[in-house]
């Protein structure tokens, strides 16, 4: 809605919104052996929660080639577990609050855009969303959210791009929108603020907070 006043809050996917770790790691778990990855345990989760992304991939001996593969490989079998997959608590309610408030909804994930439409169907969210910007791009996140805001027609100064992992912030930063770090994800609170976000929460119902006090600021 180009012309509009209110921000507009670019969400990640896989962690932010859909718990989709579980299922991930169950995945992951599946797969390790044909690519001689060591598996991990939840409570191992738990413990890498607190490394950043690149780390993660390193502790684990995945390259950035392999975790392209594997992620794609991941999707796919994802999609036909999509309902096992349960929205994180506390969500729906704020996605329903910040349409309310008139704030512009959009979702930018390298996961299926058939995973999210069918995820968001069942939660009833689908209309909040404007767009799905789904796929994989080879120049990173802070690309695509150049592509999502030029599409758009929007400035860096009005978006709030909302991740779980440390390099959602990174891509934020480069990308010159404010970031917006959740701690229920990929990635822990301490791990989060290694990359300086604008703003870090803990639980879904603080992103109406932030929102504002963008909208008031900005």
Known sequence: M????????????????????????????EMAGDYNLPTVTMAEVTELRSLNTRALLDHLGISRLLAVKLGARMRKVLHDRMSEVEMIKGVESAIHDLAKGGYRLGILTSNSADNVRIFLGRFGLA????????????????????????????????????GDE??????????????????????????M??????????????????????????
């Open 2 to 29: 180009p012309g509009s006043s209110k921000p507009l809050l670019i969400f990640d996917f896989d962690g932010t919104l859909a718990n989709t770790l579980e299922t991930g790691v169950g995945i992951y778990n």
């Open 127 to 162: 209309e909040h969303f404007s767009f799905i910007e789904a796929g994989v791009s080879l120049f990173g996140k802070s690309h695509r959210i150049a592509n999502v805001l030029k599409k758009e027609r929007v400035d860096a100064s009005e978006v709030i791009y909302v």
């Open 166 to 191: 440390t390099r959602d912030i990174e891509a934020a930063r480069k990308s010159h929108v404010a970031g917006l770090a959740v701690c229920w994800g990929t990635n822990g609170r301490e791990a």
């Open 193 to 218: 603020l290694t990359e300086g976000p604008d703003y870090c929460i803990d639980h879904p119902s603080e992103l109406i907070r932030c929102a504002k006090e963008f909208e008031d600021g900005k």
